[in-house]
């Protein structure tokens, strides 16, 4: 058995040694970093006042390590809830989970016809179950 190389990498405070053997000569490969969900934030428009019907724009994104899929839904105070959909998270890391991972941003809108308040919330239902904070909205509809 030929040792190629030997490689040191930090993770949780521990120092991981790599050794590579048998493979092209300087070939090391790192332990996969498992996906995690850290957490789920949601930010969008607070109030509105103006004419009605009108719609109530919010974005909800995850703070994430690794790379994987993420399902989730929207979750509303009328008890409404959007069908599941899922975001893509890439780490972009070198190496792969030492920096946050880039998941694409979720949208979802709620058409108003009244005044009132409400809230919604971004609800990551997979790889792990994890809720953001409700965001209050209040609407104030004018006369034409």
Not at 6 to 31: E, M, R, S, Y
Not at 95 to 106: D, E, I, L, N, R
């Amino acid at each position: 058995m030929r040792l190629h190389s030997v490689a040191a990498l930090v993770f949780a405070g521990a120092i991981i040694i790599l050794a590579g053997c048998g493979g092209p000569a300087g070939a090391v490969t790192a332990p996969p970093y498992p996906f995690t969900v850290q957490r789920a934030s949601v930010s969008g428009n607070t109030s509105f006042t103006g004419v009605c019907p009108t719609t109530v724009n919010f974005t909800g994104t995850i703070l994430a390590w690794g790379s994987g899929m993420a399902t989730y839904v929207w979750e509303r105070s009328d008890g409404q809830q959007s069908e599941p959909q899922a975001l893509t998270c890439v780490d972009s890391g070198t190496p792969p989970g030492t920096v946050v991972t880039t998941c694409q941003a979720a949208y979802y809108t709620v058409r108003v016809t009244s005044s009132g308040s409400a809230w919604v919330r971004f609800h990551v239902t997979a790889p792990i179950d994890l809720r953001s904070v409700e965001m209050n909205y209040t609407t104030i509809c004018t006369p034409r």
